[in-house]
């Protein structure tokens, strides 16, 4: 691993300070993705500003019923919080169905929502990759690309955003809250990440030196039910083939609200908003499910070995959506 300078912060101006004087430098949540990064030399970063001591450490509720998650407290105590389990029960599924015990207990809100891509040709220097080194090329088109992108790509990079918490915080129309030498702004967890077009080395629409501080969950939706689930290669400790988050609320028989997100299918949480206008105010069946997911996927441009995720996630979404109509469905409010 290459030299670097440590820091750690004191306070947030004083991150987002430091950080906006080195071009080289990256803030360290719990180093969990980070770190490995940095021992692949993938990241060679002059200085690491450690914002886990900062006090970004409280889970609590807002004035409107909401709830407000700082950016330095870990996955597993998300993920346990009794609220989150009651109200929000996706975000708590997604959290644990990512990764294993002992990451979760390092991992950060913040780091976790800028983790980056596990396309292998990402992880290895020996190899071109355009999101690494701009310009060199996508050997993923045309090599190993099954894990990749099937929505939403382009002809600079097929990577997939790996992390589960985000999908579901899109499905739930949570928002980030980011400071920078700039001033502090929010935005959508569904606008964060960015599609890669031609300059696939930008991740997100965060500048350098932009620090998450939070992110905030709206109150849920009035007898809504909201779930995640995941398909992957093992029952634990892999990534999403493809998954889906959804929240849901049926009324005699009538779809009255929805938010439908996939993950691993694009590099971004994908928010599937032509499903969910398909299925507004339309009969909550099986079929009706299927169409509205069809109208979603037909953009879909999959290569040679990724193509089976379609029909995977329209499966995973169906069975979600239509569970999330039973009467003994997880996540009741
Ligand atoms: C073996 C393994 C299996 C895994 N499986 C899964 C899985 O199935 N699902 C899943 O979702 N994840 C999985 N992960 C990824 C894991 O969840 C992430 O590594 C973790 O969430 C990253 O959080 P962190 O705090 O450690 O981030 P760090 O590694 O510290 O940072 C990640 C990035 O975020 C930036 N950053 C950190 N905090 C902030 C902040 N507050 N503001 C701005 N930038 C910030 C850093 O500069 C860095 O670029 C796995 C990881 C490993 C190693
Ligand atoms: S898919 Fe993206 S991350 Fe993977 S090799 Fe191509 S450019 Fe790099």
Known sequence: MKPFRYETATDPAAAVDLLSREPRAAFLGGGTNLVDLMKLGVEVPEMLVDVSRLPFDEIAGTDDGGLRVGATVRNSTLAVHPVVRERYPALSQALLAGASPQLRNLA?????????????????????????????????????????????????????????????????????HCVSVEGTRTLPVAELHRLPGDAPDRDTVLEHGELITAVELPPPAQGARSAYRKARERASYAFALASAAADLRVTDGTVEHVRLAFGALAAKPWRARAAEEALLGRPATEESFGRAVDQELAAAEPLRDNGYKIPLARRLAVALLTDLTGDHAGGAR
């Open 108 to 176: 950060t809100i913040g780091g976790n929502l800028l983790q980056r891509t596990r396309c292998t040709y990402f992880q290895d220097v020996g190899k071109p990759c355009n999101k690494r080194r701009p310009g060199s090329g996508c050997p993923a088109r045309s090599g190993v690309h099954r894990d990749l992108a099937v929505l939403g790509a382009s002809q600079h990079c097929v990577a997939t955003h790996p992390s589960d918490m985000a999908v579901a915080l899109a499905a739930l129309d949570a928002r980030v």
